[in-house]
């Protein structure tokens, strides 16, 4: 099969868009890769690490004759980056991101674009809570889900070309819209990333344990909070500024199961706790079965000493 795009232009070369970048060579889905960052140090990396074939100081100048545009910033760039590459796409290049939330960053972007292009909103639903160039690794996608939100009108042979490279990258491809995306997301992401920050800061106001008991016994659960809280506050910053109604939604709901069960703690209410258990038990086996996750205890962390 043919590859889908003969060049594809990263805007932001961070841990998305390395690990695309190294995915798209190893599977040889595109001829060239041009990129560009904000700072120098991560366009020089980029270019070390064999990310990208060309640097360029500017996205106007790394989108020029690309027929695939991935836009890895942050949410809260999204909008100044589509203003400036705008003038400058190929005739029928294909648009996309792959930003954690998706009607914010159609507002941002869609308004920019001109009409000869195929702007395909994305996101591909896999992460570390590591950060820039170096981060990225070719397996990041691998038996990890993409949902694309096309918006109407969307070229179905873009979306093609698109699914094909995601595909392509090891990831499945889910179509859906935006609205319902960023109230998934907020359920399965980022609403947890707020609990998770939550409690860490929580640990970390009690000073007296923080120094001392919290680090030596966090094996105890706490330590997986601290791994998610310490994703990147940028990213994590314009993820709540945008995605705002489906996270406080969800987050309501979070706060009414929290009091039940403060009142079932309160009135010795065993067997509510149980069956509650129960049920959150069952979603653990059953994200195993869809292998999304090792069944291995510990997350496998024993194995890997
Ligand atoms: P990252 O590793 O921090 O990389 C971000 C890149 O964007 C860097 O190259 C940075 O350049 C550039 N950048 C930052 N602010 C910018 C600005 N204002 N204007 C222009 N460029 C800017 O981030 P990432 O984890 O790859 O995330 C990128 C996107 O993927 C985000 O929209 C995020 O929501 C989404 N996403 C992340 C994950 C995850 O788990 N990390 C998962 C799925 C989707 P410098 O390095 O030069 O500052």
């Not at 996205?59 to 910033?73: E, F, I």
């Not at 290049?93 to 920019?112: E, F, L, R």
Request: proline residues 5%; glycine residues 8%.
């Amino acid at each position: 099969m043919s590859a889908p795009f003969r060049h594809v232009a990263f805007i932001g070369l961070g841990l998305i868009a390395g690990s695309m970048a190294l995915a798209i060579r190893r599977a040889g889905l595109a001829q060239k890769i041009s990129g560009t960052a904000r700072t120098l140090e991560t366009r020089q990396t980029a270019l070390e690490l064999g990310l990208v074939d060309t640097v360029h100081e500017t996205a106007a100048q790394a989108v020029q004759g690309a027929d695939l545009v991935v836009l890895c910033v942050p949410v809260g760039a999204m909008s100044a980056v589509a203003h400036e590459i705008a003038p400058h796409l190929a005739q029928g290049a294909v648009v996309t991101d792959v930003g954690s939330v998706k009607q914010a960053v159609i507002d941002a972007v869609a308004p920019h674009l001109p009409g000869h292009v195929h702007f395909i909103p994305g996101h591909p639903l896999a992460g570390t809570e590591h950060s820039g160039p170096r981060a990225g690794f070719a397996e990041l996608f691998e038996n990890r889900w993409c949902i694309l939100t096309p918006i109407e009108g969307t070229d179905p042979d873009a979306l093609d070309r698109l699914s094909r490279l995601w595909q392509g990258v090891g990831a499945s491809i889910d179509v859906m819209d935006a609205p319902h995306h960023d109230l998934v997301l907020a359920v399965t992401s980022h609403t947890p990333h707020l609990i998770a920050y939550t409690m860490v800061g929580v640990a970390d106001d009690l000073r007296r344990v923080t120094d001392s008991e919290v680090i030596k016994y966090s094996a105890a659960g706490f330590r997986d909070f601290t791994r998610i809280a310490a994703s990147d506050p940028v990213m994590w910053r314009d993820v709540f500024l945008t995605n705002k109604d489906a996270t406080l939604e969800i987050l309501g709901r979070f706060t009414e199961e929290l009091f039940a069960l403060q009142r079932a703690i309160r009135q010795g209410d065993g067997a509510l706790l149980q069956d509650y258990f129960e049920r959150t038990r069952a979603i653990r086996r059953g994200i195993i079965e869809a292998g999304q996750d090792t069944a291995a205890p510990d997350f496998g962390r024993a194995q890997k000493k």
